[in-house]
């Protein structure tokens, strides 16, 4: 009997480590499909930056801009991911500390772009370009670590949604006076889907609804521009040319690439009518050149990224690591779907942009970045049970 | 809880394929269900259409001694729809401006309301030597303000030969002939007018590359059999 059980025992470890293997090895094809489709969609969003900025003054500007970002975001991407996931574990808690400094110091001493203090002018020149940083926006893979290192660990979901909330607050509070309202947005959903899949009682969420009307009410009266956005969204043909104007030309761009599209160079309407086509309306630019059948290979792409990183969380054993990979598939996911419900008229007008895709380098690296330090976590273990990083 | 993460992943995943199906639905609808009512209601904002009628020939005698051309000039005029109490004292501010940064000959007059009571009020007629481009860049920014183009057909300083060449009228922007050798090569002087479309940028600017023209019968010169002697021998 013993020997039988002996035996048992053998086998179920050799399944195990068998299964062990296989899961690895289609982790490795997930993680080769996240850079393939990374340099692919990169390379696809200089030429899409190209067809939105053809008729201004200096289009091939943007162009070299962003090709040299991607560069860097290409580079960053393979060096977070080389790097091994306990180092970020061990480094979170002062990376962390930077960024809500730097976060601080925006506030104070940070370069305003259409009213947002959210920029950092960086005294470098990238071949002769000026550059600029936005904390925000990098700090969006660091901040998920630290949820995930150290927050929903009490048995307790009462403790878990407290400690959670403290750290949301506090985190969203610089970010809500700069006021970048549209990355606050992005972590809000994030943060809430994030809460909702780790905590058995969810339902604690619904505590935070006074707080959440308070801060809405103070957003709006001090804030005036928000309203006559949301009006304008909500009765666009009432003021066509002024609060109804960008979601009128979202449409009528959309409407201009048909299925097939005008042709790449061809994008006259999102070059002459849409505002900030290379970045918050990128998606609406890309459809004017692309069409629909375009734009929905384009879907179907980032809908990949989206899909390896639920992968990847699902089937890495690591606690940590899977509640970054989760939170971190979330983010990039939310801000995806943000972005295009706002093209698409769907979402009133914020200024989120489409990852990758959008003319950014903040953006692009906050990107590169999150999927790297992704990468990193997915490959740091490859047996099961293992908290040890924690 | 870790247990069920498989699960909450499930209904992530399917929150998320159904908010992209929404996505592409609404683009779909965009894209293909109602392209043609947003392609009319964007045309009509951005799209101009009109009608350019070609320069008038000119007439020559037998010698090619020019009688009768076209020469075209422009106005700054304010807009009847503008001429209303209210905007006086901002139509005269500008006119201050325009004066004091290009054009010094505009009459140092302050207008008041009982003089804006006819169509388009004409306040300068803009010579050749002024920057149109740089005058319309600070009108564009008043909508009380236009540069009218004028037409005028211009005859030798001959009592006799203008009776020979004879009278025209414009109507709405076309010269026509109603006398005289202006009446009898009509057809010919005034070839037929051009159909234009261009799109307009959000600033009302043309998009040169946009700019089409249909097909037309080009103006053509009209020589006489005779020269000025003759002709006014014969008459």
């Known amino acids: 009997m013993n020997t039988v059980t002996q035996q048992l025992d053998k086998i179920a470890q050799l399944v195990t480590s068998h299964e062990g293997k296989l899961q690895f090895s289609s982790k490795k094809n997930h993680i080769i499909v996240i850079y393939a489709m990374l340099l692919i969609l990169g390379l696809c969003g200089c030429l899409a930056i190209y067809s939105a900025t053809f008729s201004s003054s200096s289009p091939k500007f943007f162009v070299i801009k962003q090709f040299l970002w991607l560069v860097a975001g290409l580079l960053t991407l393979w060096c977070s991911s080389i790097i091994k996931f306990k180092y970020y574990l061990k480094l979170i808690l002062p990376i962390i500390g930077i960024f809500y400094a730097l976060l601080i110091l925006v506030l104070i001493r940070g370069h305003q772009v259409n009213g947002m203090n959210g920029w950092f002018e960086i005294p470098v020149k990238l071949f002769s370009f000026k550059c600029y940083f936005q904390p925000s926006e990098v700090a969006k893979a660091f901040f998920v670590l630290f949820l995930a290192k150290y927050l929903l660990n009490f048995k307790n979901d009462f403790k878990n949604f407290c400690s959670f909330s403290i750290v949301a607050v506090l985190w969203s509070v610089p970010i809500m006076l700069q006021p970048d309202l549209g990355t606050l947005l992005i972590y809000a959903i994030a943060m809430l889907f994030y809460f909702v899949t780790q905590v058995k009682r969810w339902q604690y969420i619904l505590l935070w609804s006074l707080p959440l009307i308070v801060a809405l009410m103070w957003i709006f009266f001090n804030h005036s521009y928000i309203t006559e956005r949301l009006l304008g969204f909500l009765y666009p043909e009432a003021d066509p040319l002024n609060s109804g104007w960008h979601i009128n030309q979202f449409r009528y761009t959309i409407a201009r690439g048909g299925l097939t599209g005008a042709s790449w160079g061809n994008a006259i309407w999102a070059n002459n009518f849409l505002p900030l086509a290379h970045s918050d309306s990128a998606y609406a630019s890309i459809s004017e050149a692309c069409g629909f059948t375009g734009m929905f290979i384009v879907c179907l792409s980032l809908a990949s990224l989206s899909y390896c990183g639920f992968y990847l969380a699902e089937y890495t054993q690591n606690l940590v690591a899977r509640r970054f990979i989760l939170g971190a598939t979330i983010i990039f996911s939310t801000q995806t779907l943000l972005h295009m419900a706002v093209n698409l008229t769907i979402f009133p007008t914020t200024g989120i942009t489409l990852p990758i895709l959008s003319y950014g380098g903040s953006s692009m690296i906050a990107t590169m970045l999150l999927f790297g330090i992704m990468i990193s976590a997915a490959k740091c273990e490859n047996t099961a049970n293992n908290n040890n990083l924690k | ?235």
């Open chain 2, 1 to 235: 809880m870790e247990n069920n993460l498989g699960k909450r992943i499930f209904y992530l995943k399917i929150i998320f394929l159904l908010l992209l199906l929404i996505v592409l639905y609404t683009h779909f609808r965009y894209a293909f269900l109602e392209r043609n009512k947003l392609l009319q209601l964007g045309n009509k904002l951005a799209w101009r259409e009109g009608i350019l009628y070609q320069p008038r020939g000119k007439i020559y005698d037998s010698d090619m001694n020019i009688l009768a051309w076209t020469e075209r000039y422009y106005d700054l005029v304010i807009k009847q729809d503008f001429c209303e109490k209210q905007n006086i004292d901002k139509i005269n501010k500008v006119l201050n401006l325009i004066r004091k940064s290009l054009v010094p000959e505009i009459p140092h007059k302050k207008f008041i309301i009982e003089d804006l009571q006819e169509d388009n009020v004409v306040v300068y007629g803009i010579k050749p030597e002024i920057d149109l481009k740089k005058l319309n860049e600070i009108i564009d920014n008043f909508e009380f303000f236009a540069i009218k183009p004028r037409i005028v057909r211009l005859i030798v300083d001959h009592k006799k030969i203008q009776k020979i060449i004879g009278k025209t009228k414009i109507v709405e922007g076309k010269i026509i002939g109603i006398s005289g050798l202006e009446l009898k090569h009509d057809k010919k002087l005034s070839g037929t007018p051009v159909h234009y479309k261009v799109m307009l940028n959000r600033k009302r600017e043309w998009i040169t590359e946009t700019f089409s023209t249909s097909s037309s019968e080009k103006p053509e010169n009209v020589v006489l059999e005779k020269n000025i002697a003759k002709l006014l021998e014969e008459n």
